[in-house]
C-alpha cells in the first residue's frame, strides 16, 4: 500500500514537471573580467532565485586562493604565474619553480597543453559552426516557437585578437541578428564587433515561461541530426573533430 502511493506521487510529480509551466526570468551582464547575473525560476507556489552579484575584476583572488587547493590552476592574466607545494612532514610551503617535466604535466591537468589536431582554433570552431549551423537554427527556431516570450533583448560587443576572424564571425552574427528579429518580435539581438581588441561583452534581459513537455521534440529532433551526432560521439570518443 505504502510502496503503491510513493508510485502514485512520484508519477503525479513527474506530470506536475512535465505539464506545468516553469516562469523564468533572466539578467546577465559581462563587461571585461566583471561578470553578473540573477536568475528567478517560478514553478507553482514556488520560487528561486539565483543571484551572484558582481564577480571578477582585477581584486578578485584566483580560485585556488579561495578555496585552498593545492592544485595548479587558471590565473588572471594581471597575476604572475606560481606553483605552491606543501610538505606535509614539515608543514612547510615550497615556492621552489617548476621543472620543465611538472610544467608539462600541469599543462595536461589544466588543459592548457592540447594536441593540434584536437585544439579549438578559430578556423576549427568555424568549420564546426557550418556543420551544426542548420540544426542549430531548427532548435533556436523550435525552442522559441514552444515557449511564450515576454521580452528578450541581448547586446553584445565581440572582438578577436585576429580582425579576419572578427570579420568571419560578423558575418554569422548578422545571419542570426537579421533571422531572429524578423522571425520573432519579442526577441531583440543587437551585435557590434570591434576590430581594434580581443572582447566579448553582454548584456541581456529575458523572461520567458515554457512546459517542459513542448520542448522535448525540438531537442530530440536535434539530438537526431546525423551531424550533431558525429560531432557528439567525435568529443566523446576523443578523437577528431569533423570538418
Excluded at 77 to 91: F, L, N, T
Aim: with cysteine; aromatic share 8%.
Amino acid at each position: 500500500m505504502i510502496l503503491e502511493i510513493i508510485i502514485l506521487l512520484l508519477a503525479l510529480l513527474i506530470l506536475l514537471v512535465l505539464f506545468v509551466s516553469f516562469h523564468v526570468l533572466l539578467e546577465a551582464d559581462r563587461t571585461g573580467k566583471q561578470a553578473y547575473y540573477k536568475v528567478m525560476i517560478k514553478w507553482l507556489f514556488l520560487s528561486y532565485t539565483i543571484n551572484t552579484g558582481m564577480t571578477g575584476g582585477p581584486d578578485e583572488p584566483v580560485r585556488g586562493e579561495i578555496i585552498g587547493e593545492t592544485v595548479p590552476c587558471r590565473v588572471r592574466e594581471s597575476a604572475p604565474s606560481r606553483k605552491w607545494e606543501k610538505d606535509v612532514s614539515e608543514g612547510k610551503i615550497l615556492g621552489a619553480g617548476p621543472t620543465e617535466a611538472q610544467k608539462t604535466a600541469d599543462e595536461e591537468i589544466i588543459g592548457l597543453k592540447e594536441e593540434g589536431k584536437k585544439k579549438w582554433t578559430f578556423r576549427k570552431i568555424v568549420n564546426l559552426a557550418r556543420m551544426l549551423l542548420s540544426p542549430l537554427l531548427r532548435l533556436v527556431e523550435d525552442v522559441l516557437k514552444a515557449i511564450h516570450i515576454a521580452e528578450i533583448k541581448c547586446n553584445i560587443l565581440y572582438g578577436f585578437d585576429n580582425p579576419a576572424d572578427t570579420g568571419i564571425a560578423s558575418g554569422y552574427v548578422y545571419a542570426v541578428r537579421g533571422y531572429l528579429n524578423t522571425q520573432f518580435e519579442r526577441v531583440r539581438l543587437y551585435a557590434e564587433p570591434t576590430f581594434t581588441e580581443e572582447k566579448m561583452d553582454m548584456h541581456m534581459l529575458a523572461d520567458v515561461s515554457f512546459r517542459i513537455v513542448n520542448l522535448l521534440p525540438a531537442l530530440v529532433t536535434f539530438i537526431m541530426n546525423r551531424d550533431v551526432r558525429r560531432i557528439s560521439w567525435a568529443l566523446i570518443r576523443k578523437k577528431e573533430l569533423p570538418g
